[in-house]
């Protein structure tokens, strides 16, 4: 896996396969608490991909993997990722990318859509309706102090 810097410096991990295509690139963001690996790699989906003649990306978002894990709670959101997939099309001198997000990943896909021209084909899965409600994360269903909590316990109920 390589990584490349994002503007505030967190290391960014990430994975390219079939580099030699024409087409461009498909550049894959996982879900929140996921990885390339979970959401992309073992369902099939980069196999099928690159099984296709497509040359594709995945990355790591940050505080997850092997990406950096920043202590500042500021470093985290979808905007902040959605400049990280912007500075990844850079470091990797892509001039147009079909873009594909899950989950979290969804979110920071569509952010990404409206401000990035270079996205020339847009692919969201497992996204609920608070995006367009919300402009983000639905925080009405779970708040930030509660989801913490389930984070860090060790009872799973």
């Not at 290391?11 to 550049?27: G, M």
């Not at 497992?126 to 009405?140: I, K, P, Q, W």
Request: glycine letters at 12%.
């Amino acid at each position: 896996m390589a990584v490349f810097h994002a503007s505030d410096g967190t290391e960014i991990a990430y994975e390219v396969w079939e580099r030699d295509s024409e087409s461009p690139l498909v550049l894959l963001h996982h879900g929140f608490s996921a990885s390339r690996e979970t959401n992309w790699e073992a369902p099939g989906t980069v196999a099928a991909l690159t099984g296709a003649g497509r040359c594709v990306a995945a990355l790591g978002a940050r505080g997850h993997g092997a990406s950096g894990k920043p202590h500042d709670p500021a470093a985290y959101g979808e905007a902040r990722m959605s400049r990280d997939v912007s500075a990844l099309l850079d470091h990797l001198g892509e001039e147009e990318v079909d873009l594909v997000g899950y989950s979290m990943g969804a979110v920071v896909t569509l952010l990404t859509a409206v401000r990035d021209r270079r996205v020339r084909r847009l692919v969201v899965g497992r996204v609920g309706a608070g995006v367009v409600e919300c402009g983000g994360l639905d925080s009405r269903v779970i708040q930030g102090p509660a989801l913490q909590h389930a984070l860090r316990t060790d009872d799973p109920a």
